[in-house]
């Protein structure tokens, strides 16, 4: 009984949610802006590097980052969507807001300091999120979140999710805020009054023991060991606490993201180090540095992003490493680098449903093998990855490649039938030893390749193309293993695999690309 009636109660929400949603602009109302990507509408979700903050760039305004300079405007910038972008300047702030509620191609709802507690808030109407002190203290989005209201006569949170419906592309960076910003203010404020020092000195003092800024002066008679010393334990309570908030909220932002947007492309990113680069502050006494110390505290953190990002269909893109303002963001070329990253990213507008977690280059692979149809899906909106891929498949699309030349018949096996479609290229291919049978009476169409036979019969169709001259790829290689590894076919799958493993549709597409590619070259 009291699940039903939650039933009806939810059912009645949401219809009275959606019909308050009509009213609210949005963006499929937009003009289109073409890209080879297929977007035409483009949302950013996160904190302060989304804003993009940084200390060296003449355009911030308060501390609420350069709208010009950050990445999710580089990226918009990339994309041809930001002609029709505004930002939006509320009655009594002194600064633009990057949100554009008119309507562009582009909108950002990223706030300096958001938490994942923030971003669920935003993106889930379901979820009671309740401000608390840190939320008090630096978010001051409330009173923001309250004038875009007043304009647009609807909730903020309806507008965001509006957004998220009508994306084609949505970025998420959150996570640095749970682990590290609030449970620094945290522990300041948990020993301000023990040591009558206030919270924002005590976190400067921290700061300046990694490198950024000056030491404050301390009130007279404070020992400062002594608060470092009791400062550091309790922080790190904190940062496991924080670490496990993250943990729990990061799925459910990106089930909610998915279950609006099913069929948007979704790029989380991993937790920047402002500290990578950096040298070591022991003069060399320790084997590491601390920024690499550092990495070692973020790698668990951005693992559990990546594995949550896969679950939902989203690509992870990792940003550990770009370069910093000498402070706690990317400098601008750090800006533009993780732009870069995401376009790289990014797939094609393509047939296939099934291929959002593949790499770039893998679903460029992908795009090669529907275009010119030598490697398609097993249907019209499914690729199907994962699957293995067949003796059948790599003949074929090797005979395709070579312009379906013909054959005439070599041998007769009892598994493949005159009237199959890769009768003729099963022939061929036995005739020029690429993909041999399996016994003298059966080629096994329906079976497995390995990937070390899918090298042989790439090796073997190189020399195919080239018999009488020395122009061939695989001129100067004994071995097919040791030729697909020198010319980065195999890059990315280890030696054990190529010598043990069956090879997958992705890595089949993938290394047959490759091929074609050094073809060309």
């Not at 002609?83 to 009655?91: L, R």
């Not at 896969?310 to 490493?321: E, F, I, R, S």
């Not at 090797?398 to 030349?405: I, K, T």
Request: aromatic share 10%; proline share 4%.
């Amino acid at each position: 009984m009291h699940n039903r009636m939650y039933r009806h109660v939810a059912a009645f929400l949401s219809l009275v949610m959606l019909i308050g949603l009509l009213a609210i602009p949005s963006l499929a109302d937009t003009n289109k802006a073409p890209n080879e990507y297929g977007i035409e509408h483009y949302v950013a979700l996160g904190d302060s590097i989304a804003t993009g903050l940084n200390d060296n760039t003449e355009t911030n305004e308060d501390a609420y980052g350069s709208w010009e300079n950050g990445y999710t405007v580089k990226l918009a910038e990339k994309l041809n969507l930001t002609a029709a972008a505004e930002t939006y300047k509320p009655e009594g702030y002194s600064y633009d807001y990057y949100t554009s509620p008119n309507g562009s191609g582009f909108r950002s709802w990223a706030f300096p300091a958001m938490r994942t507690l923030e971003i669920r808030h935003q993106v889930d109407a379901s979820y009671e999120y309740e401000r608390d002190r840190f939320a008090d203290y630096w978010l001051d989005n409330g009173e923001l979140n309250e004038a875009i209201q007043e304009e647009y006569n609807c909730d903020v949170g309806e507008l965001i999710r509006q957004d998220i419906k009508g994306a084609d592309l949505i970025t998420l960076n959150i996570g640095s805020n749970d682990v590290l910003l609030s449970q620094l203010r945290i522990t300041a404020w948990e020993l301000e009054d023990k040591f009558g020092v206030g919270s924002s000195a005590i976190v400067d003092l921290m700061k300046s023991k990694l490198g950024f800024g000056d030491a404050p002066t301390l009130p007279e008679g404070v020992d400062e060991n002594k608060l470092v010393l009791e400062f550091i334990p309790k922080f790190l309570v904190n940062v496991l606490k924080g670490y496990n908030q993250f943990l729990q909220q990061m799925p459910k932002i990106l089930k909610a993201l998915r279950d609006q947007a099913p069929e948007a492309q979704i790029v989380v990113l991993g937790i920047f180090n402002p500290l990578h680069h950096s040298l070591s502050l022991t003069d060399g006494k320790l084997p590491v540095s601390l920024g690499e110390m550092i990495d070692g505290v973020m790698l668990p953190v951005n693992l559990a992003m990546a594995a949550d990002a896969a679950l939902y269909g989203c690509t992870y893109v990792d940003v550990v490493d770009v370069t910093t303002d000498g402070s706690m963001h990317p400098d601008n070329e750090g800006y533009v680098d993780i732009a870069d990253r995401i376009e790289k990213r990014l797939r094609a507008k393509t047939a296939y449903k099934d291929i959002r977690i593949l790499s770039g280059e893998n679903q460029a692979a992908v795009r090669w093998g529907y275009e010119t149809n030598n490697f398609p899906g097993l249907s019209e909106k499914y690729f199907h990855p994962a699957m293995l891929a067949t003796r059948a498949q790599v003949a074929e699309t090797l005979y395709h490649m070579a312009g379906n030349p013909g054959a005439a018949p070599v041998q007769n096996f009892i598994d493949v039938k005159e009237k199959a479609d890769y009768y003729d290229a099963v022939q061929w291919s036995v005739a020029n030893g690429i993909v041999s049978g399996l016994t003298k009476n059966t080629f096994s169409p329906g079976v497995a390749i390995s990937l070390k036979k899918l090298a042989t019969a790439l090796y073997q169709y190189d020399k195919y193309l080239t018999p009488n001259d020395q122009s061939g790829l695989t001129d100067g290689y004994d071995d097919a293993l040791t030729w697909a590894s020198a010319t980065g076919i195999s890059s990315g799958i280890s030696k054990v695999a190529m010598k043990t493993a069956l090879a997958t549709r992705a890595q089949a597409v993938l290394m047959i690309y490759r091929y074609a590619q050094l073809r060309k070259s």
